[in-house]
């Protein structure tokens, strides 16, 4: 109420002094219709005590205003995707934006840039999960990744850092690409699949096995000169496991075999892994007697979409 009585005086006043109103030292005044005078602040105070309040006045007007107007203009819609927030031109570095997740709207960091993600590129991609390799929280066995839960929600918005997340961009957004990070140390490594899906979730919660085809040196730049596989199998891509229940196998990653089959693979790149020979390592590069020989590399490993 008192805003639009504000509101109200100081356009009655700015009418006034609109129609040829002029100060003289006690007043400001103008000229009524019948040749008298109006005075328009009699209410206010004298001389420079006038002037005073009526700047102040006017100073208190323009920010009830502008919260007036805040209060009536409609909230936009948040985007629904990073790649939205880029193309429009309103990326402001790599951080969190409000996004507009099914039918919630939280926050979710987005990696606008190439820094650290440079075989990705930049353009906004969406975060979806972020996998520590030395815990089990997304071991291949893990119901995170075939329900609609999401895990540790605020580290969503923590950006490319240690804690551990999945958001609900993973079974409501859609995407053409999928960027892949691992670190290892201080050391930071991402690989691109160009694959198109309505979510993640789409492409592994059923558990069934959807090919890639980026081929192992690819898959073996994610960890670099200490990656390892196993030179049979060859086997890449969502839900990548071989017929043996205790053998190496991966969500999203490569399996490789020492045998001329699938059947007993003991080693992997990839992320959501588990099974032979380190059944907790479930991010990052398993071998045993493989092309660089044994290798236990836990990484931490980042996926995102676009």
């Not at 005086?9 to 005044?29: D, E, K, L, M």
């Not at 558990?207 to 060859?234: D, M, P, Q």
């Not at 390592?281 to 236990?296: F, K, L, R, S, V």
């Amino acid at each position: 109420m008192r805003l639009w009585l504000t509101a109200f005086f100081f356009v009655t006043f700015a009418q006034c002094v609109a129609n040829g109103a002029s100060i003289n030292n006690t007043h400001i005044v103008r000229a009524d219709k019948n040749g008298g005078t109006v005075v328009c602040n009699q209410y206010i105070g004298q001389g420079a005590e006038t002037r005073e309040a009526i700047k102040n006045l006017d100073e208190k007007l323009s920010k009830k205003l502008d919260q007036l107007i805040k209060l009536l203009q409609p909230s936009p819609t948040p985007a629904t995707t990073c790649k939205e927030i880029y193309n429009k031109k309103l990326s402001k570095g790599n951080k969190a934006y409000l996004l507009d997740v099914g039918s919630r709207k939280i926050p979710v960091y987005c990696h606008m840039t190439k820094h650290m993600l440079d075989a990705c590129g930049g353009g906004g991609w969406t975060l979806v999960t972020k996998i520590d390799g030395s815990k089990k929280t997304f071991h291949y066995n893990s119901n995170l990744w075939s329900n609609k839960v999401d895990f540790n929600l605020p580290a969503g918005k923590t950006g490319l850092d240690a804690h551990e997340t999945k958001l609900p961009t993973y079974w409501n957004t859609p995407f053409n690409k999928i960027c892949l990070g691992m670190k290892i140390g201080q050391q930071f490594k991402s690989v691109v699949i160009i694959h198109q899906a309505r979510s993640l979730y789409s492409l592994i919660a059923d558990g069934k096995y959807r090919a890639t085809s980026l081929g192992r040196n690819t898959w073996k730049k994610l960890i670099g000169s200490r990656a390892s596989l196993e030179t049979n199998c060859n086997k890449e891509g969502f839900n990548a496991i071989g017929t043996e229940s205790k053998a190496s196998k991966a969500r999203i990653g490569f399996i490789g075999n020492n045998e001329n089959d699938c059947s007993s693979c003991d080693s992997r790149i990839g992320f959501g892994t588990g099974g032979y020979h380190d059944d907790s390592n479930t991010c990052g590069n398993e071998a045993i007697a493989a092309d660089n020989g044994d290798q236990h590399i836990k990484a931490m490993g980042y996926i995102l979409v676009q």
